[in-house]
């Protein structure tokens, strides 16, 4: 067995850019659900993204937004990390489908044998136990499935690499009037960096790829954008609609 690193998520010459289902397929299933990510892997995809924050037991559980409001349209308001697993099983947030534990969908990662971004929600009521979390389950897990784990806040980032050095990490970068910090920050904070569409100008690209990060793109939803993005070099791509990506990239 080996820890994949880095090197799993950069992109080969003459290749084009992983494709990443974001949240799965984001729309055509109830997102950062088993459904999302097995259907993002039947259009193609060669990885998921998915969030991750802890429930009132400190499991980690796949679900974007602090609460159940928005995924169940309002039928059930109450917060993640209120909650017992046993009680957000029973949590319908759309067909039928339930908010996953970060294992299962490991598991499913690696049958389908997908790459897994697993983003570290910072609006939590404890970032350092979603911190501690994910750095045991993971190093917990087959490393032989290539992981990279992102957040939005520098500090988490960094507290994870203190934690599973192995396992590579990103910053997540997007427009605010801090991005061009952030992404220097970036440069010395991580193995990666996972920027806003909107920020990847080439000379953006050129920059972090020189200092040898890999970079990925997020939420890339147009073709035509995809193949801009594939021809300055991105190595990967995330998409509400991998399949579509997939099919233009060729």
Partial sequence: MRWQGAAAFRRAEGRPPFVY???GVRG??????LAAFELAAEEGAEGIELDVRVDRDGELVV???PTFDRVTGGADTRAAAELPYEEIRRIDVGSGERAPRLTE????????GLRVNVEMKHDVPD???VVRATARKLQAFDPRVPVIVSSFDPRMVAAF???APRIPRALLVHRTRWSTAALELARGLGQAAHVERILTQGSTVRRLARSGLVVNVWTVNDTREALDLAALGVDGLITDVPGLVRAALG
Avoid: F, I, S, W
């Fill in 161 to 163: 690499g203190a934690l």
């Fill in 63 to 65: 679900l974007h937004d």
């Fill in 127 to 129: 970032r350092a136990a």
């Fill in 28 to 33: 055509a299933r109830p997102e950062n659900t």
């Fill in 21 to 23: 289902g974001h949240r």
């Fill in 105 to 112: 969908v490991l598991a499913l990662a690696q049958a389908r």
